[in-house]
């Protein structure tokens, strides 16, 4: 069965403090793997990783994918107030034609001046 | 307008009503999700679909039916609403032409079932 775990669970932290979340993934086949940000309405994208793109990076938010351990880290740097929000990880499995992205239970995440 | 609108945005209805949630988009994608989320749980698909003509179960559709009524409207019914299916319901498209499959989300609708 495919599997995305996230971690931690929740995180607090000051405003300016960097943070890292992790995913890590268990499928059948690999196709990409997505970052959400979601905040009090529905996830927006972030980011997407494949294996031909591993890093992203857009202002203070960066991913790395890590296919050798199964896993991603997504970083925020110099957090501010506005970057409270939950993380939502997902993974888009090779299926044999169709299979909807496996989501992890997301990091809730609080920036706090 | 948003590329993927969810009527109704709250609704309030008793155990045992049948209730409809819709879901419309505009950006002319061939695939639609339903999922519900609830605190703690990420997350959780009930329904998707790839075509018109292709309906699938996901990993909580007991309780749920689905309806493709067009490429562009997908329908989440509750036969019966029983209370622990109180939660926030998510619509979303993707395409199978983007790499990755990107989904992008509806505003939800949040269900409370008395």
């Known amino acids: 069965e495919d599997k995305v775990v996230q971690s931690p669970l929740s995180l607090v932290v000051h405003e300016g403090d960097t943070v890292t979340l992790n995913c890590s993934y268990e499928?059948?086949?690999?196709?990409?793997l997505l970052w959400y940000k979601q905040e009090k309405k529905a996830p927006t994208f972030l980011f997407m990783l494949t294996s031909s793109g591993i890093e992203k990076k857009s202002g203070r938010l960066s991913s790395i994918l890590d296919k050798k351990e199964l896993s991603s880290i997504l970083n925020i740097t110099a957090t501010q107030t506005g970057d409270s929000a939950i993380y939502l990880c997902?993974?888009?499995?090779?299926?044999?034609?169709?299979?909807?992205?496996?989501f992890g239970k997301g990091t809730r995440l609080s920036v706090i001046a | 307008d948003a590329d993927v609108t969810q009527t109704p945005r709250n609704r309030i209805t008793k155990t045992g009503k049948r209730i409809m949630l819709e879901c419309s988009q505009t950006?002319?994608?061939?695939?639609m999700y339903w999922y519900r989320q609830d605190p703690g749980l990420g997350l959780r698909l009930i329904y998707y679909?790839?075509?018109?003509?292709?309906?699938n179960k996901g990993e909580i559709s007991d309780g749920y039916s689905v309806s493709r009524q067009a490429q562009a409207k997908f329908s989440l019914s509750l036969e019966s609403a029983i209370p622990n299916q109180t939660a926030l319901y998510f619509c979303?498209?993707?395409?199978?032409?983007?790499?990755?499959?990107?989904?992008?989300f509806g505003p939800g609708t949040r269900l409370l079932v008395l």
């Open positions: 997902a993974v888009a499995p090779r299926g044999s034609g169709n299979t909807p992205l496996v």
């Open positions: 679909s790839f075509d018109v003509k292709d309906i």
């Open positions: 979303a498209t993707s395409d199978r032409d983007q790499p990755g499959e990107t989904q992008y």
């Open positions: 499928v059948t086949n690999f196709r990409s």
């Open positions: 950006k002319g994608h061939d695939r």
